[in-house]
């Protein structure tokens, strides 16, 4: 188990480089590599954020991430911004794109970068529902283990969430192509002044801005990625950067697939089936689910419905955790997450050793 002090991994001990990748559709994207002192004894692993976020997001100024738990327990760490990446101009992707183009690129990449043959993977929200799409499609087979956050297969939301997707989005689109977070800090058109004006008249949480423009954006709660008290001051500061545009494209995806209660594809690409649920997964990975009982963006019953569809499948294989005190994000962002979540993670990874 990661100890809450005395086992962190030293910021400045840490050597980071910047990998980039291209796409089958000609993107240049990139991975973060990230290693401490000590060479890994352990395979790569590949964190995929997700949405209107970065790569960054796995690394909030907590006392020890998810990277440094991993570095420690001898894990080879990537860090993948994909196209919804903030670190990217923004672009009106889908999550078809990302399934076709990204992720199997970042894979590819590490497997080139390093030379194994097989590594591991740890995903959260849309970078989760994503590669999942990647997975069940048979593009990522050299991924042996995924550890997946929030949701994936069958996305199920509140009901005010639902309500906002299906009467509330069709309105905003005629103002904007995308939503933004940052707006509750810098509004700079009438159509981000006017959302900003109407968050603020609805959400009194806090008085961080973005975060309640996170809540609007993402979610039903008051908040809705975290629980206030999961994080420490800092994080909850530190976030105003971390949260930007985020295209309504996607969210219309989105509410299809919630709307059939699974993942659909919507651009008719090649090589991605239109119902993921159809055929039997072309994946032979190992899946470990995370759901935190208090998430108000996704609810848990969207990963307990997933782990019980891979269950019959192959019964005993795959595993279910489910977080009573945690949300969303604060999955990986909260200040006890070290002690709480990562643990369990760092033992789901190390259950699949070859």
Known sequence: MVESSGSQVAAATLVERSVDYITADGRTL??????????????????????????????????????????????????????????????????DQA???????????????????????????QGSTSFMMSAIAGLVPQVTDIISNAVSLHPIVPPWSKFKLTFLLPMVSLMTKYLNPHWGIHAPTWQAKLISFMV?????????????????????????????????????????????????????????????????????????PKDFVESAPKTSACFTFFAGMKNLCFLPD??????????????????????D???????????????DVFPLMIRALDKGIH
Not at 37 to 65: F, M
Not at 87 to 95: H, I, K, R
Not at 101 to 124: C, F, L, R, S
């Open 99 to 125: 399934a076709l183009y990204d992720h199997p690129a970042a894979v590819q990449k590490i497997i080139e970068e390093t030379g194994v043959d097989k590594i591991k993977a740890i995903i959260h929200c």
């Open 325 to 339: 005190e945690y949300g969303h994000l604060d999955v990986f962002m909260g200040k006890n997450a070290a002690h």
């Open 200 to 272: 603020k008249a609805t959400h009194h949480e806090c008085n961080n801005a973005v975060c309640k423009q996170v809540s609007f954006t993402y979610g039903s709660g008051f908040p809705a990625l975290w629980r206030h008290e999961n994080l420490n001051d800092e994080t909850h500061e530190w976030l105003k950067d971390e949260f930007k545009a985020v295209p309504l494209r996607f969210f219309k995806q989105i509410t299809q697939c919630i709307k059939v209660g699974h993942l659909q594809s919507v651009e008719g690409l090649t090589g991605l």
């Open 30 to 95: 990139n991975l973060i590599h990230i290693q401490g002192q000590q060479s890994p004894t352990k395979s790569p692993v590949i964190l995929v954020h997700g949405a209107g976020v970065r790569a960054n997001i796995y690394r909030a100024p907590v006392d020890i991430t998810i990277v440094d738990a991993l570095i420690e327990a001898g894990y080879d760490v990537w860090l993948e911004n994909w196209r919804a990446s903030i670190d990217f101009p923004a672009n009106e992707w889908t999550l």
């Open 302 to 323: 969207s990963q307990i419905k997933t782990f019980h569809y891979f269950d019959r499948l192959q019964p005993n294989r795959h595993q279910l955790h489910l977080l």
